[in-house]
């Protein structure tokens, strides 16, 4: 399979994510095994560096690469996110699995970076525009994100 670097990269940081990856050529292993990507050990090298990946020592002794920065590890309160939603969000409808979020005009990205790294179960992920925001649920989730968001939100 062939990824831009991006995609690539963004990879490598869930499985370092879910993995105790120890060495680059391990990480080339598990890219293949796992996600059918086809990288060199200079390549995952140069990502690494690129990702700003460290190697931490971990319960035993052993030294596994890591990544700081990674979104999964960068989750706001659930009380910033009150504040964000309760400040920013002027109106809140839902339909179906999906909720529809309305803020002021060059705000909707403000509430979507909050949501998306509070990781609001059942949320799969944000779209924003200027003004509206398209919050994905799971299945079936979407009577309960949307009651969830509009109380935090104050609007109910």
């Not at 120890?22 to 796992?34: G, K, W």
């Not at 939603?85 to 839902?94: F, I, M, N, S, Y």
């Not at 949320?123 to 509009?150: H, K, M, N, R, W």
Request: charged content about 20%; some cysteine; glycine content about 10%.
């Amino acid at each position: 399979m062939t990824l831009s670097k991006t995609q690539r990269q963004h990879r490598i940081g869930l499985l370092l994510g879910t993995h105790a990856v120890s060495s680059q050529i391990r990480l080339v292993e598990l890219l293949a095994d796992l996600e059918g990507i086809v990288a060199t050990q200079a390549t995952v090298s140069r990502d690494l560096d690129e990702m700003g990946a460290v190697k931490v020592r971990v319960a035993g002794g052993l030294s596994v690469y890591a990544v700081p920065e990674h979104p999964a590890e960068q989750y706001a309160p659930q009380d910033h996110l009150r504040r964000v939603l309760g400040e920013w969000v002027v109106e809140a409808h839902r339909s179906g699995d999906l909720v529809v979020l309305r803020t002021p005009p060059g705000s909707a990205h403000v509430v979507a970076s909050a949501l998306d790294r509070t990781g609001v179960e059942g949320v799969i992920g944000t779209v924003a525009g200027d003004d509206t925001l398209l919050v994905i649920g799971g299945e079936a989730c979407g009577p309960e994100v949307y009651s969830l968001l509009s109380d935090l939100s104050g609007l109910t």
